[in-house]
């Protein structure tokens, strides 16, 4: 049960990582937008997020996409986001593979 577990856990952030703001080359995960995955035994994934701003045109494209990606993996029954500002985003909450493609390395 334990690897099953985190095999889930693996194929969500796995996914997260091809939700993208369209106005950076840089996936969500990697952004560090994604503060917790909390998967539950009956399969409901909450994913508590950020934007890099509260007015951020693309917040419901974004939001949604990470809805649906999230609901598609094998043993997740649905997801609930629940979108925080505390803490506030930062460049420095970003990983150094992000740090490196938008040229702050």
Known sequence: MNNEFLALEENIVR???????PEIPVNVYDLGLIYKVDVEEN??????????APNCPAAD????DVRLKT??????ERCNIELT????????M????????????
């Open 94 to 105: 970003m990983s150094d593979e992000a740090k490196l493609e938008l040229g702050f390395l």
């Open 61 to 64: 494209f974004i939001l949604e």
């Open 85 to 92: 500002f505390e803490p506030s985003w930062h460049k420095d």
């Open 71 to 76: 609901e598609s993996v094998k043993g997740v």
């Open 15 to 21: 996914m997260l990582r091809t939700v993208y703001d």
């Open 43 to 52: 399969g409901v994934v909450t994913i508590t997020m950020t934007l890099t």
